[in-house]
């Protein structure tokens, strides 16, 4: 080398370690056939990813429900601690599951046997880049390096083409949806008789192995699409959760929880807020994990439907058979979803009165009407706003907002609606959680339950027509 070469190169310094390899985002995640893989699902809602797992399997998938939050050291040695606090525990999981499966297998340890599942949104929010963080610290692991992300995107409403034949796609779809839906359910009916429950234990011991029911109904039916036998297990195991309710105890003041999806259904995160609201008196109702995925159907076919009116509107007739084709696609999912969606509800509230899911449509139609959010600008604010409009038209008597601590569309909602809270004297408490327990948290939930039972007294609830 040239002496003045050498002093260029001196001069620049050494080279620079090459972090992140784009093409790495691309091969290494996306969607990927899952056969003969062990496809791993983290637990935000432990019944929901039950009951997906046993779905996938009915399918000949290998799919395991990891454990979660056993890794938050890992996860928080491995992110800045400027990242989600979801991102922070979904990173701990999967490191910690890897570092077991490495223990218990040993030489035969294989990155690639395995798929991780992180799906992501599209839109002005951090979620869509939880799986790049996560690509990138497992890129820095030699023997994780080659652990593919198996992701799903609300881009396409979260389609499950590719990791399956084709020929099975659309039952798989139909087969999961239908366990979002009972796992909904079987929450619903959680908060439903828990707080009413003839002794304490009686219904989480209940629900635990309602899970398992229905995890072996899903294994069995769900590739066969029995969804009607399902559906039976899941009324019978009603009828007997019914009978945990003591009829002595009066119905409580009813509280709605809305927020980010990850932290208000995870207990371990949001440090189990609604066994604490009702440790105080109150019976909860959560949103749900079907309304989110309503959503991204629904945002998708609103989404081509302005652009086919764009289309028109500039001329591009080229563009115009792939807008109603989307339509057409979108608009029969979203049909098929809140067909199902309604059909299970009914089943259910014919023998038990669980409150029953808001319909996005519906959702955006408050927005509009309040003129308080716009579904253009995205996020679940659209939900959460909306939803708090709404448990107040159903005369909730209280409100809980939760979500991780900095979470921007969380946030939004609190801002736009705590002045409409005050205004309608209805209580709103939000509840940001990391992984640090807030000293006055559980003062602020007792001082909210305490307005929350004046609220019943004064006005009555949703059980008093
Ligand atoms: S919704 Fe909140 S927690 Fe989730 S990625 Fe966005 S900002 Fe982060």
């Given at each position: 080398?040239a ?45 929901g ?39 922070q ?51 820095t692991?030699?023997d994780l ?27 798989i779809?139909k ?12 929450d619903?009916l ?19 192995r ?10 069995t039916?769900?590739a066969?699409?029995e969804?009607?036998?399902i ?52 019976e909860?109702v ?32 080229n563009?115009?058979?792939e807008h ?17 969606q309604?059909?299970?509800?009914r089943?259910?509230?014919?023998l038990?009165?669980?409150a029953?899911d808001?319909?996005?449509g ?7 009407e ?16 909306a ?5 107040a038209r ?22 736009i ?9 209805i ?11 807030q000293?006055?948290r559980e003062?602020a939930?007792?001082?909210?339950m ?9 006005h ?6």
């Amino acid at each position: 080398m040239a002496t003045e070469q050498r002093a260029v190169k001196k001069a620049k310094g050494p080279e620079p370690v090459k972090i992140v390899s784009f093409s790495s985002l691309t091969e290494k995640v996306g969607r990927f056939n899952l056969r003969n893989k062990t496809f791993l699902i983290p637990q935000m809602n432990r019944i929901g990813g039950h009951l997906l797992a046993a779905t996938f399997r009915s399918f000949g998938i290998h799919a395991k429900v990891m454990d979660t939050y056993k890794g938050l050291g890992l996860g928080q040695e491995y992110t800045s601690g400027k990242e989600c606090y979801p991102c922070q525990i979904t990173t701990g999981d999967i490191l910690y599951h890897m570092k077991k499966e490495k223990e218990r297998l040993g030489d035969a340890f294989n990155a690639e046997d395995y798929v991780y599942f992180m799906p992501e949104a599209d839109g002005p929010c951090r979620f869509g880049m939880y799986n790049k963080f996560q690509r990138i610290v497992l890129d820095t692991l030699p023997d994780l390096s080659r652990l593919k992300i198996g992701s799903l995107t609300t881009k396409d409403g979260y389609s499950l083409r590719g990791i399956i034949e084709e020929e099975k796609v659309r039952d798989i779809r139909k087969a999961s949806y239908l366990s979002v839906v009972v796992a909904d359910i079987l929450d619903r009916l959680l908060w439903r008789i828990r707080p009413y429950e003839r002794e304490p234990g009686m219904a989480d011991e209940f629900i635990e192995r309602s899970m398992r029911v229905m995890e072996e109904a899903f294994e069995t039916c769900g590739a066969k699409k029995e969804f009607d036998r399902i559906l039976d297990k899941l009324e019978e195991l009603i009828e007997e959760g019914k009978d945990i309710i003591d009829p002595a105890i009066p119905r409580k003041p009813l509280i709605g929880i809305v927020g980010e999806i990850y932290l208000r259904t995870h207990v371990h995160a949001n440090q189990d807020v609604i066994r604490v609201l009702e440790r105080y008196g109150a019976e909860v109702v959560n949103a749900s994990i079907a309304e989110w995925v309503n959503y991204t159907s629904y945002d998708r076919l609103r989404e081509a439907k302005i652009a086919l009116r764009l289309g028109l509107k500039s001329l591009r007739l080229n563009s115009l058979r792939e807008h109603l084709r989307s339509i057409l696609s979108y608009g029969g999912e979203l049909l098929y979803q809140e067909y199902r969606q309604k059909q299970v509800y009914r089943r259910v509230r014919a023998l038990i009165d669980l409150a029953e899911d808001h319909k996005v449509g519906h959702l955006e139609k408050i927005l509009h009407e309040e003129d308080l959010f716009n579904f253009d600008v995205g996020t679940e604010a659209c939900l959460s706003i909306a939803g708090i409009v709404q448990y107040a038209r159903e005369r909730f008597n209280g409100v809980v907002n939760v979500y991780p601590f900095t979470c921007m569309p969380s946030t939004t909602t609190s801002a736009i609606i705590r002045p409409l809270m005050n205004r309608l004297r209805i209580p709103y408490l939000d509840t940001p959680y990391d992984s640090s327990t807030q000293p006055g948290r559980e003062a602020a939930i007792r001082t909210f339950m305490y307005q929350a039972h004046q609220h019943f007294k004064r006005h009555g609830g949703r059980f008093h027509d």
